[in-house]
């Protein structure tokens, strides 16, 4: 078990580029989520998928957001024409079932100049 | 949706020192964690509590389901205790971890 993996670590990329960053959960966990977080704040609900299912997402994931799950193993999380707004710390978590913990990654610092 | 608010939301504490961080949430949860965040950003989970009571070294808590709060207890705080303390629940129902407002810790030597 060698946890739930982000990368990269850190992106830092012009206004209007986009990005991908890519989660690899622990391997028996079928349920991932992605989270950002801003400076200040507690981590906030992006989306969940159950295996390669795209089950939940938050209304917080604009248009411009999008993640794929394809084969219920890992997981990216894509923004297109990216914004200063969208500087944050976006963070990948799996766990086994919705009663049962949830393991985080390290997560991936987003900084659009 | 459910609230979850933690208390106090600051915390400055001598080395050596105990202290006690608590939960609130407004709804019934079948999930409830403890985090710590590290000044990296890592999340490190310090228990899964959805009721009862649990101990890991310095640190314990205590779930009360029924009356919809948690406590967090840490004692002989060191320097490394720093960081940002989470609760997160699952509202029964839900299929997503919802985080509280926090507590910052800062342990002075």
């Known amino acids: 078990d060698t946890g739930v993996s982000q ?3 850190h992106k830092i990329t012009k206004r209007g580029q986009n990005v991908t960053f890519r989660c690899d959960p622990i391997s ?3 349920r991932l989520y992605w989270y950002r977080q801003t400076l200040g704040q507690g981590p906030e609900f992006l989306t969940y998928f159950q295996n390669e299912a795209q089950l939940e997402k938050s209304r ?3 248009d411009r957001f999008s993640a794929e799950r394809p084969k219920g193993s890992f997981s990216t999380l894509e923004i297109q024409r990216t914004e200063q707004g969208d500087s944050a710390m976006y963070l990948c978590a799996s766990s086994r079932d919705r009663v ?4 985080f990654g390290s997560g991936t610092r987003l900084t659009v100049v | 949706g459910i609230q979850v608010e933690q208390s106090p ?3 400055i504490l001598q080395e050596g020192a105990n202290s006690t961080l608590r939960c609130n949430f407004s709804d019934s949860v079948n999930n409830l964690q403890w985090f710590h965040q590290n000044p990296w950003g890592q999340l490190i ?7 009862g009571t649990k101990q890991n070294g310095r640190l314990s808590a205590t779930t009360v389901a029924t009356e919809r709060y948690s406590l967090l207890y840490i004692s002989s705080s060191q320097t490394t205790d ?3 303390y989470f609760c997160a629940v699952v509202e029964t129902g839900a299929n997503n971890l919802f985080f509280g407002t926090g507590t910052r810790l800062t342990v002075i030597p």
Do not use: A, C
């Open chain 1, 28 to 30: 028996e966990h079928n």
């Open chain 2, 82 to 84: 720093s960081g940002v």
């Open chain 1, 60 to 62: 917080l994931l604009s």
């Open chain 1, 7 to 9: 990368n990269p670590r």
């Open chain 2, 45 to 51: 989970n310090l228990f899964y509590i959805p009721s």
């Open chain 1, 100 to 103: 049962y913990g949830y393991t």
């Open chain 2, 9 to 11: 939301p600051d915390l």
